[in-house]
């Protein structure tokens, strides 16, 4: 149990100091997290966009009708809340 937490503080301290640089030298912190994204990321990223345009589009096109109302074919509504008057 010392021994994590002798690591922990050991990381905090490590951590801090690194801070501390990125404080004085702005340039090192966007060296360490600056980097581009792997390629199968940014792929994958786009695959699931391109996916979830698509479906919206599918959906959009299979929407029923509406604007049609349950009164609409002349026979008496029992719905009133529903029908046009």
């Known amino acids: 149990m010392m021994d994590s937490i002798a690591l922990a503080k050991a990381i905090e301290l490590q ?10 030298n702005e340039d090192l912190f966007y ?3 600056g980097l581009d994204p792997p390629r199968p990321v940014v792929w994958i990223g786009r695959v699931i966009a391109g996916l979830s ?11 029923p009708e ?3 109302s349950a ?15």
């Open 15 to 24: 951590n801090q100091a690194r801070e501390e640089q990125w404080r004085k």
């Open 31 to 33: 060296r360490d997290y």
């Open 53 to 63: 345009a698509l479906r919206t589009a599918i959906k959009k096109a299979d929407r």
């Open 66 to 68: 509406v604007g049609r």
């Open 71 to 85: 009164c609409d074919d002349g026979d008496s509504c029992r719905q009133a809340a529903s029908c046009r008057a």
